[in-house]
């Protein structure tokens, strides 16, 4: 085992958990955008009923 050879290792590593880290972002973004349009078809819905009546 070689110094060059840890080294390496451990850049590898760091690109795999950054990407990791940029796949999470990314659909903790598309989570909290349809949360949000969940949340906006409920209040619509609300406003709705509420205004029919």
Known sequence: ITVSEER???ASAHKKLH???KVK?????LFSEQAAKN???FMDEIATQ???R
Do not use: A, D, N, R
Not at 25 to 29: D, L
């Open 50 to 52: 509420s205004f029919s």
């Open 8 to 10: 390496e290792k451990l």
């Open 25 to 29: 972002e990314f659909e903790k973004g």
């Open 19 to 21: 990407i990791l880290e």
């Open 39 to 41: 949340g906006q078809k």
